[in-house]
């Protein structure tokens, strides 16, 4: 299970040594949860991203009646992986109209990973984040 964004944001203040960090992220990835194989559709894939990546989305009504999003997602690559733990932390279980406020890039900056990504790695990130915001618009629109 992914823990909250917040200790995921404070174990990464506490550790300074970027392989320690890139350790993090990896350990992130391993702990999401088992992605079934019957989602690893061509429509669940997210466009932009060098390795394989898939979302999948659902739609729940919070306590406000407002609509909340709940993601699953998987990678192939490790790294990645990672990465899409922290985007789950961040943005799933969420209402629609806290996804459009919420700023990765800001998230990304704060525990210094922006700067350590490679240019496919921070594309394949902002089509995550491009494909997250498109489905809480589309959920605020149906609302």
Aim: aromatic residues 6%.
């Amino acid at each position: 299970m992914i823990p909250p964004l917040d200790d995921i944001l404070e174990n990464f203040d506490f550790l300074e040594d970027w392989d320690d960090r890139y350790r993090y992220v990896i350990e992130l990835g391993r702990m999401l949860p088992e992605f079934p194989d019957e989602e690893r559709t061509d429509a669940n894939k997210v466009r932009g991203c060098a390795s394989q990546v898939w979302l999948v989305k659902s739609v729940e009504q919070g306590e406000d009646g407002a609509p909340r999003l709940v993601f699953q997602g998987d990678s192939d690559a490790h790294i990645v992986k990672g990465l899409v733990a922290i985007v789950l932390a961040t943005y799933s279980g969420r209402s629609a109209a806290e996804i459009a406020r919420t700023d990765i890039d800001e998230i990304f900056s704060r525990i210094g990973l922006k700067e350590h990504l490679s240019a496919q790695r921070a594309n394949g990130l902002k089509s995550m984040v491009d494909r997250i915001r498109a489905d809480a618009r589309a959920a605020l629109a149906e609302a």
